[in-house]
Nanobody
């Protein structure tokens, strides 16, 4: 059973930084596309960044976060942790951020939200101007 637990959200002023973490278990990292999504009230959940490690290494960033956000996956004591380092934050980055997993999926740019079948509970990020 895949389990995802986010942490690290909070409030920050524009130009500041935050790092989100997602403690993960129950899947094989080399065959899974992991991702961060965000959602604001009344809008669809948006794909922010995805990563797949191993033979088919691939990283994707939405245009709105390129050059500011960095996704990474680390392994420690047989558990994987997904990170999203967010720098130069803007008020428009304010959203609920979700960690997600798409088992047995390549992380292509076109990989849709529906391929992600496991989700965390979300962590709020608020950026004030």
């Amino acid at each position: 059973q895949v389990q995802l637990v986010e942490s690290g959200g909070g409030s920050v002023q524009a130009g500041g930084s935050l790092r989100l973490s997602c403690a993960t278990s129950g899947y094989t990292a080399s065959t899974t596309c992991m991702g961060w999504f965000r959602q604001t009230p009344g809008k669809e959940r948006e794909k922010v960044a995805t990563i797949r490690t191993g033979t088919y290494y691939y990283v994707y960033y939405a245009d709105s976060v390129k050059g500011r956000f960095t996704i990474s996956l680390s392994r420690d004591n047989a558990k994987n942790t997904l990170y999203l380092q967010m720098n130069s934050l803007k008020p428009e980055d304010t959203a609920m951020y979700y960690c997600a997993a798409a088992p047995w999926s390549y992380c292509s740019d076109a990989l849709s939200r529906t391929a992600f079948t496991f989700w965390g509970q979300g962590t709020q990020v608020t950026v004030s101007s």
